[in-house]
């Protein structure tokens, strides 16, 4: 959907993929702090194997965009996803965003909150929201 807004526009594709360490760090910290390992090793190395997870995947992303004639940036950001997404979009002019949906709803959605709402109620630019692949084939949507 994206590629083919950007086409229909003539516009640049910013490709944006955040991380955070320490909600990742959550469940697993007392484990490895029992095994000597200190707070800040692992957030450096949790820090270090997210970025590097983003990176791999927007670059892989962007390569196949550009391969289809599209002017595509990326940016990795070390921020929850509404924050750092609020900080792309304010950088820019004449954002239309289009992101996927993991379909979460209900309970989920609120213990886990929902990234689409918080940007919704963030920023002030059109968001298109998609239904995830997986999403899709699950529930035999198109």
Known sequence: MAADLATTLSSRIHLVRT???MTSLAGGAAALAEAGTTASQLIEEQDRIERDECESYLSASARGLAEEGLDVESVTLRATPVDGLKSVIEGLADVIVVMTSRG?????R???GSVADGLLHSVEVPIMVIPSLAQTRSTGQR
């Open 104 to 108: 979460r709803g209900g309970l989920q």
């Open 19 to 21: 991380y955070d360490p």
């Open 110 to 112: 609120f213990v886990l």
